[in-house]
């Protein structure tokens, strides 16, 4: 497979609050996402960080009475913690209020739009979400509240910047619906093509110093006024590689890589389709090639709210079951595009049954009877199990055409079809009467028990490669219990046959241990 470049992003969630469910669900993908990219030999680069400069975060210190640097610098930092505590793998984690390159860039953005005669200042009257950093008009109200939070809108009237977003429509139509800019999933490309088909205004991109409280990143030439948020917050996807100077980074990752996607949730969707490649258009920068869109978690059919209570904490999550736990549940029990219900109940029972009974139970058993029958050395194999060979044989495709469509459930259900065929290959075969039988001296038993050895702890062995951009640390104790190396190529470690006979297993020990009750 020849070596491409791929460059990934989450958004960067606002840091009036702390992190919840559903940015550990996007971290996840997008770890999963950039960890599949690197094991198949793409040099890759993943970004992650924190939006820091909106007024949400402004109201937020002000209601805690702390200055806004000393909020952003500590709420910044569960974020972090969290990918951390996720072993999400990036490379950077930017701040929008911290890091000089980003003001740099964003102001240099500014600059070549409005070169392009596409930013003029008028006086505007709007409704106004803080939460959203949005405004809205009135038929996109629900009962007169904002649509996403279900609150009352602000009437703001003053005068700002504006990005003439009207000059594109035509240009971005043809882009998405060609899928040069490729929305998935699907039916996100159908909606965002069919906002930009009832014709796109022009948006405000500043706010008065005055509203704005003096926080933000400083109009060019204007300093009455600051930037929008969401024209600061969008460049970070190019402003972390350094466009402000034209950096290594930018030629390679943005400017001359065919591969630029952003992760982000439903909510933004306008804002990175529409908004964003319209800014890049005008200023003549490259756009990203694809865009992934996920849905909401909710609480019984309820988006998350701290006024209602029902609010997640995946940190408490990760306290409790472990992060290849969370990370599990978020890839394989939540559905990548689509919104999803969280119980405890739902996340214990699947943690029992996958984790603890599927998975940690078949490897639990492999290695001891590898131990108990063959002094813990993996047996030569006379023959093997064609069926167990053959689903196992063809992993590596299921996963590979699974995340070349952005599907890490298909491909956690498609390594989980092997896992299963393995449990019951185990009770087919019962390799415990086999071993009763050669202890008999039986003619022919101890190469089927050898075969019936070697076939699981191969088939295990590939479960574990398979596993590693979804589950790395399951995926090395795997490794590690069957006495295995990881020094082959990821491709090559997902081959048939790879196993040696006589290598020597570790001790058999629960990488999932069974919950009997509910933690959290």
Wanted: proline fraction near 5%.
């Amino acid at each position: 497979m020849a070596e491409e470049h791929y460059y990934v992003t989450t958004t960067i969630p606002y840091v009036n609050g702390k992190p919840h469910i559903g940015h550990a669900l996007e971290f996840a993908q997008t770890d999963a996402f950039g960890r599949y990219h690197r094991l198949r030999g793409d040099t890759t680069y993943v970004l992650t960080g924190t939006d820091e400069n909106s007024l949400t975060n402004v109201l937020a210190a002000e209601s805690e009475g702390i200055p806004v640097r000393q909020l952003v610098d500590r709420n910044s930092e569960l974020f972090r913690e969290l990918a951390d505590h996720l072993n999400f793998d990036y490379d950077q984690f930017i701040r929008t209020a911290a890091d000089p390159r980003h003001a740099a860039g964003a102001q240099k953005l500014w600059r070549a739009v409005e070169a392009a005669g596409d930013i003029y200042k008028k006086r505007y009257s709007g409704l106004y979400c803080t939460r959203c950093e949005q405004y809205y008009q009135e038929s996109e109200l629900v009962d007169g509240l904002c649509p996403d939070h279900l609150i009352p809108l602000e009437l703001i009237e003053e005068e700002n910047y504006f990005f003439r977003l009207s000059r594109y429509g035509d240009r971005l139509h043809e882009l998405i619906s060609s899928d040069q800019l490729h929305i998935i999933p699907d039916f996100r490309k159908r909606e965002v093509l069919s906002f930009i088909e009832r014709g796109l205004e022009d948006f405000s991109v500043s706010r008065s110093q005055e509203r704005a409280r003096g926080w933000g990143i400083e109009v060019p030439g204007d300093p009455s006024q600051v930037m929008y948020v969401w024209f600061d917050a969008l460049t970070n996807y190019i402003t972390a590689l350094d466009y402000a100077d034209d950096g290594q980074l930018y030629r390679e990752f943005w400017v001359n890589n065919p591969d630029r996607m952003h992760a982000l949730g439903k909510s933004v969707i306008r804002f990175h389709a529409v908004y964003w490649p319209g800014m890049l258009l005008s200023a003549g920068v490259p756009l990203p090639t694809r865009e992934f869109v996920h849905g909401f978690i909710n609480m019984a059919g309820t988006k998350m709210s701290k006024s209602l209570g029902n609010v997640v904490d995946p940190e408490d999550l990760i306290q409790a079951y472990g992060p290849e736990a969370v990370r599990y549940y978020l890839l394989r029990a939540v559905s990548p595009v689509n919104d999803s219900d969280f119980s405890y109940d739902a996340f214990e029972s699947r943690y029992n049954a996958d984790l603890a009974n599927d998975l940690g139970n078949l490897l639990n058993r492999v290695v001891s009877m590898v131990g108990r029958y063959r002094g813990g050395r993996v047996p030569a194999a006379v023959d093997v199990d064609e069926d167990v060979k053959s689903i196992a044989s063809g992993l590596q495709d299921a996963v590979a055409d699974a995340m070349d469509r952005y599907d890490p459930r298909a491909a956690m259900d498609a390594i989980w079809v092997l896992v299963t065929r393995c449990n019951r290959y185990v009770e087919e075969a019962a390799p415990w009467v086999i071993a009763k039988s050669e202890r008999n001296g039986e003619a022919g038993a101890a190469d089927s028990l050898d075969s019936v050895l070697y076939t699981l702890a191969e088939a295990v062995r590939i479960i574990g490669a398979a596993l590693e951009p979804f589950l790395p640390e399951t995926a090395a104790q795997i490794a590690e219990q069957l006495g295995v190396t990881r020094e082959r190529p990821w491709p090559d470690r997902q081959q048939w046959g790879v196993l040696e006979a006589g290598i020597s297993v570790g001790a058999p020990r629960p990488i999932f241990p069974k919950m009997e009750t509910a933690t959290v």
